[in-house]
């Protein structure tokens, strides 16, 4: 039974969660307690002006729970940023540690940046992340508990691997579900599309959902396809053959979101060498991991062009998707660790 308490718990998310949401009845079927969900929507929020907007947002809804900071017992920041920020200004006013709120964060991705500009990033996410208000963080593999535990001198014993888990919305797109035979690569982060555009064949169609691409795209086979968000991105990837997932560097997890979403609708993926990845992909069952190299990606097109090892991949994919990728199990895997904290 959910109890509810004087004092709250409450999920920090950036994006416009369903009132049923499953993530949150994970959390309260393990931990036994009720949880508020916060919105602060700035996950469409990129690009000039919006990207300003969007930076104003994460550090206003973390200031709102500081100011209320008495009411919360525990905080799950669904978008890492409310978390650290949060941690920030509690350390930066020297709050009570027993007055203040237990800090979740969900999934830490770290990129670092350059300069001064670097530096600085750098010493922030590290003021916040290993302040004693971050009672545990969240990575999306294994081989980041040590990379960030390094890079930002957090303790290994509060860092948690989490595979990453989304909502199923399959039934709302099943009757769109098909094969019109088009490849769909998607994403901003540490993407490498001039690698699909120096080597991708003039026989298939591909397109690229994304804000930018930092080349022109000359090749009649490849389409950019802009301003593309939700349920008009989802209907490309029902109606695709398969999903490109092209990573720029090796050593940073990314391409996780794109890859759960295609296997909720039965899509096999290719994507190129990665840290994290395999955590996601059953090589040979669900996708295929590819060297970028012109030969590789080629080769993994043709294994998807046989009808009969086509069949299997979606299958497959489906059938690992329900498994364990759904939000609801990965709400009851963090109920589990606060519960343990």
């Known amino acids: 039974m959910v109890k509810r308490m004087k004092t709250k718990n409450a999920i920090l998310v950036d994006y416009d969660t369903p009132s049923d949401w499953d993530f949150q009845k994970g959390l309260e079927e393990t931990t036994g307690c009720f949880w508020d969900v916060m919105k602060c929507v700035s996950n469409q929020d990129h690009g000039g002006l919006r990207s300003c907007i969007r930076y104003f947002k994460y550090f206003f809804l973390p200031l709102k729970v500081f100011f209320n900071r ?3 017992k525990t905080i799950v920041a669904w978008q890492q940023f409310f978390g650290i920020i949060l941690a920030v200004y509690l350390r ?3 709050v009570n540690v027993n007055k203040a709120p237990a800090i979740c964060i969900m999934e830490l991705i770290y990129l670092p940046k350059k300069g001064v500009i670097g530096k600085f990033y750098r010493r922030f996410v590290a003021y916040g992340v290993r302040s004693q208000y971050v009672r545990a963080i969240f990575v999306f593999s294994g081989s980041e508990k040590e990379k960030y535990a390094n890079e930002l001198g957090i303790e290994t014993s509060k860092i948690f691997v989490l595979q990453l888990g989304i909502d199923d919305e399959s039934t709302k797109l ?6 019109e035979g088009f490849y769909v690569a998607a994403g901003r982060s540490n993407r490498d599309y001039l690698f699909l555009i120096d080597n991708w064949p003039d026989s298939k169609k591909l397109y690229i959902i994304t804000e930018s691409l930092p080349a022109s795209v000359d090749e009649k086979s490849i389409e950019l396809v802009t301003n593309c968000y939700n349920d008009d991105y989802l209907r490309y990837v029902a109606k695709c053959h398969a999903v490109i997932v092209p990573l720029e560097n090796e050593a940073v997890s990314s ?3 794109v890859i759960l979403q295609a296997m909720m609708l039965g899509k096999p993926v290719i994507a190129s060498e990665n840290m994290s990845i395999r955590d996601y992909i059953a090589p040979g069952k669900t996708g295929l991991i590819i060297k970028k190299k012109k030969e590789e990606l080629l080769k993994a097109i043709s294994e998807l062009d046989n009808s009969e090892n086509y ?3 979606t299958k497959y994919a489906r059938q690992k998707f329900e498994q364990g990728f759904s939000v609801e ?3 009851q895997k963090v ?3 606060i519960n343990g904290l």
């Not at 099943?174 to 094969?179: G, L």
């Open 174 to 179: 099943k009757t769109e579900v098909c094969d």
């Open 92 to 94: 930066l006013f020297h």
């Open 70 to 72: 008495h009411r919360y």
């Open 311 to 313: 069949m299997k991949y």
């Open 255 to 257: 391409g996780q979101l």
């Open 335 to 337: 109920g589990r660790v």
């Open 329 to 331: 199990i990965m709400g």
